[in-house]
Each structure stands twice: as C-alpha cells, then as structure tokens.
C-alpha cells in the first residue's frame, strides 16, 4: 500500500504457516488477498513476503518466479520487502534459538540472503527500493571468539558487494536490515552503532555501506530495552545507518505481581523464545532467557522490587491494555512521530504479528484474517493522524 512521503506498508506473511512455495502461494492466494478485499480492493496492494531456505529456492525456479510475477500484476499486487530472518521452520515445531541459525558466521546464510535479493530484483516495480530483514548478527550464546564477529562482518560484506552487482545491473535500489533482538548479537541501538562503526573500519573510505545495509527496527524489540524511540532512532540516524525498514510491533508490558506471574503461564509456549527484560526500582534491568525462566525466580520484595516486565511477545498492534496486560504501544507512536518529523529516513513499514498460533485465546477472538484487517484498520488510523497517509 503506498502512502505519502514514498511509504509503504504490508503484514508481514511469516503470520502464515508453510515452508513450501507452494503452500507460501497458497497462502497468499487465500488469506493475503481475503484481507486485500477488507482493506485496499480497489488500489495497488503491498506485499511483505516471507520465504524461508526452502520456499526460495522453490521461487528462483524460472516457471515459478514468472508465474509469481504474472499472478501479481494480475492482481494489482506488489513486493517491496521480504523477511529473511528466519531460515528454516518457524511454526508448528521448536523454533527459539534455532531461528537465528544459520547466522552471519557461515556461508549458508549468505547463500540465502543472496538468493532472496535475486528474487527481490526481479519482483520489484520501477522506482521501488527493496529490503530484506536478516538475524542480528547471531544470538549471544553462540558468539564465543572474535574470530567468529570478523567472519561475519566478512559474509555481510560480501553480501553488500552482491546488492552493489544487482544494483548496478537493474538500477535498483537495495538493501539489508539487521534486526536487534533481545540477547541476540544486536540487540540495542548502542551495539547496533558500534557494529557498523567496526564494519566500516573494516574497509575504510567504503561508501557501499551506507546504501546497502542498514538496521531493520522493530518496535517491539528496542521496546523491550526500555528505549526511548526518538533517542534510539536519533542515534541511529546521527551515525549516518540506513533505516532499511520499521516492524510495527508491539510487545507484552506488565507489572509481575504474583497475579500477573500466574496469568503469564497462558503465554508461554514450545516454539518461540519469550525474553523478558526486567526494571527494577532504580533503573537496573535484568534479563531472562525466556519466560520460563522469569517465572521460575521468587517473587523480589522491596527495595529491589521489579516495576515492570517487558516480554518479547508480540501482540495485536489494536490489543487495547485489558486487566492485567499491557503493551509497548507508546514505542510505536514514538516511532511514526519520529517518521513524521524525519520524512524520507526510511520508506518500508510492516506490521508484524506472527504469534497468531500461540496467543492466548482472549486475544485472538476473531479469525486471522479478521486480526490482520483490524491491524490494519488501527495502522491505518494512525498513519493518518501523523499525516503519513494520502
């Protein structure tokens, strides 16, 4: 969907089940265009595709990237972005850590970031720039010599010189978001800087960065590291990062009495990592692996007592604060007054709420295609209220 200053916005389909292209397409043809009809019938529509190793490799088959482009320009359709985090499953089985492999340590995530800015190039309409979103580097836990950051800083290099021949080729614009997350690799504005800081001084004088890679900002992430969105964004900015794209997300905020602590129980779950960052009185956060791992502490009494619980938990951007919940929105408000005040910072948006299956049921009380219309419908409203819409 575009709107004013050259934006556009999607739903990111990792929402959907299915590794297969085929099943990707089949998705596509059902849901994606069931919340077309609801939300933009009658205008150009936006597509935020997921292809994870498999799914790719299925699409760059010339039949079936020529049928993709066919059936898009059938229906008025049009990619602009695609999520290349996770690799391989990420429904229905044990996904957290293992969305982070392979990372940026190893040639196989090269491989296929590469391959998905091929598909990207060719998907791509005139005068449209093209993202992919990418692992943070790795997560933590598996980082364990410097050997292994100055090989990874190498495959994204690598990867910057493959956007620069696909550039050079198509005159399309196009470029890679690093994605922070909780514990991983990345997971501040202030790591995100010192990274790109030791990227450039790798190649000293190499302007290709700064048109190539950048930071995909996800709402719900930088939210969890208690940061304030204009600092965090100013910060990004003033160093001279690409702001390839912004997840609009949100994620779980609640005060962890013993109430709460009970409650939480709904929310955890066999497939995704829950980190939860804790502040204390004071200002001092704690972090926790997964939720699990939060519910498992005692209680903290006073002084030391937790203020608030941030979990990585994205929820309906439209999910009001009911009871004991509540959510990061202010984060996202604080990014589009951002986008307002920044115009032409960055031109991707896209909602990204993929924890459909595993919500507790009080929060999917309609289909998920009726959650995704009501996502938009509230996007919508405040892109409107930035003046950010047509």
Same mark, same amino acid.
């Given at each position: 969907?575009?709107?004013?200053?050259?934006?556009?916005?999607a739903?990111?389909?990792?929402?959907?089940?299915?590794?297969?292209?085929?099943?990707?397409?089949?998705?596509?043809?059902?849901?994606?265009?069931?919340?077309?009809?609801?939300?933009?019938?009658?205008?150009?529509?936006?597509?935020?595709?997921?292809?994870?190793?498999?799914?790719?490799?299925?699409?760059?088959?010339?039949a079936?990237?020529?049928?993709?482009?066919?059936?898009?320009?059938?229906?008025?359709?049009?990619?602009?972005?695609?999520?290349?985090?996770?690799?391989?499953?990420?429904?229905?089985?044990?996904?957290?850590?293992?969305?982070?492999?392979?990372?940026?340590?190893?040639?196989?995530?090269?491989?296929y970031?590469?391959?998905l800015?091929?598909?990207?190039?060719?998907?791509? !309409?005139?005068?449209?720039?093209?993202?992919?979103?990418?692992?943070? +580097?790795?997560?933590?836990?598996?980082?364990?010599?410097?050997?292994?950051?100055?090989?990874?800083?190498?495959n994204?290099?690598?990867?910057?010189?493959?956007?620069?021949?696909?550039?050079?080729?198509?005159?399309?614009?196009?470029?890679?978001?690093?994605?922070?997350?909780?514990?991983?690799?990345l997971?501040?504005?202030?790591?995100?800087?010192?990274?790109?800081?030791?990227?450039?001084?790798?190649?000293k004088?190499?302007?290709?960065?700064?048109?190539?890679?950048?930071?995909?900002?996800?709402?719900?992430?930088?939210?969890?590291?208690?940061?304030?969105?204009?600092?965090?964004?100013?910060?990004? @900015?003033?160093?001279?990062?690409?702001?390839?794209?912004?997840?609009?997300?949100?994620?779980?905020?609640?005060?962890?009495?013993?109430?709460v602590?009970?409650?939480?129980?709904?929310?955890?779950?066999? +497939?995704?990592?829950?980190?939860?960052?804790?502040?204390?009185?004071?200002?001092?956060? @704690?972090?926790?692996?997964?939720?699990?791992?939060?519910?498992?502490?005692?209680?903290?009494?006073?002084?030391?007592?937790?203020?608030?619980?941030?979990?990585?938990?994205?929820?309906?951007?439209?999910?009001? !604060?009911?009871?004991?919940?509540?959510?990061?929105?202010?984060?996202?408000?604080?990014?589009?007054?951002?986008l307002?005040?920044?115009?032409?910072?960055?031109?991707?948006?896209?909602?990204?709420?993929?924890?459909?299956?595993?919500? !507790?049921?009080?929060?999917?009380?309609?289909? +998920? @295609?009726?959650?995704?219309?009501?996502?938009?419908?509230?996007?919508l409203?405040?892109?409107?209220?930035?003046?950010?819409?047509?």
């Amino acid at each position: 969907m575009k709107l004013q200053h050259g934006l556009h916005l999607a739903y990111c389909t990792n929402i959907h089940r299915g590794e297969s292209w085929e099943k990707t397409f089949q998705n596509l043809k059902t849901h994606t265009m069931a919340v077309r009809r609801k939300v933009a019938p009658d205008q150009p529509y936006a597509i935020g595709l997921r292809l994870g190793e498999e799914a790719a490799r299925d699409l760059s088959q010339p039949a079936n990237l020529n049928g993709f482009k066919a059936w898009l320009e059938q229906n008025d359709c049009y990619v602009f972005t695609i999520n290349g985090f996770p690799y391989g499953k990420f429904h229905g089985t044990r996904v957290k850590e293992d969305v982070y492999r392979p990372d940026w340590t190893t040639p196989e995530r090269l491989a296929y970031t590469n391959l998905l800015f091929d598909i990207l190039v060719e998907l791509l !309409p005139e005068g449209v720039e093209g993202s992919v979103s990418t692992v943070p +580097v790795s997560y933590k836990e598996f980082i364990t010599s410097d050997r292994q950051v100055k090989e990874a800083r190498k495959n994204i290099w690598k990867c910057i010189e493959h956007l620069e021949h696909l550039t050079a080729r198509t005159g399309k614009k196009l470029h890679l978001g690093l994605e922070p997350e909780p514990m991983c690799y990345l997971e501040t504005s202030t790591e995100a800087t010192k990274f790109f800081e030791q990227m450039r001084h790798d190649r000293k004088g190499d302007l290709r960065i700064d048109e190539h890679l950048g930071i995909n900002y996800d709402c719900c992430h930088l939210a969890i590291q208690y940061e304030n969105p204009s600092e965090a964004l100013g910060r990004l @900015v003033s160093h001279k990062i690409k702001i390839s794209k912004i997840h609009l997300s949100s994620a779980l905020k609640v005060n962890p009495t013993m109430e709460v602590r009970k409650a939480l129980q709904s929310f955890t779950d066999e +497939v995704y990592f829950h980190q939860v960052i804790e502040r204390r009185v004071g200002g001092e956060l @704690v972090r926790y692996r997964d939720l699990p791992d939060a519910l498992a502490t005692e209680p903290i009494h006073a002084p030391h007592l937790p203020e608030e619980w941030r979990i990585h938990f994205h929820i309906p951007l439209h999910h009001l !604060p009911v009871g004991l919940y509540d959510s990061t929105v202010d984060h996202l408000i604080g990014t589009l007054d951002f986008l307002k005040s920044h115009p032409g910072i960055c031109s991707h948006l896209e909602m990204e709420t993929y924890t459909w299956e595993v919500m !507790p049921d009080s929060m999917k009380q309609r289909n +998920v @295609v009726d959650q995704l219309v009501d996502e938009y419908h509230w996007t919508l409203e405040q892109l409107s209220r930035h003046g950010l819409m047509d």
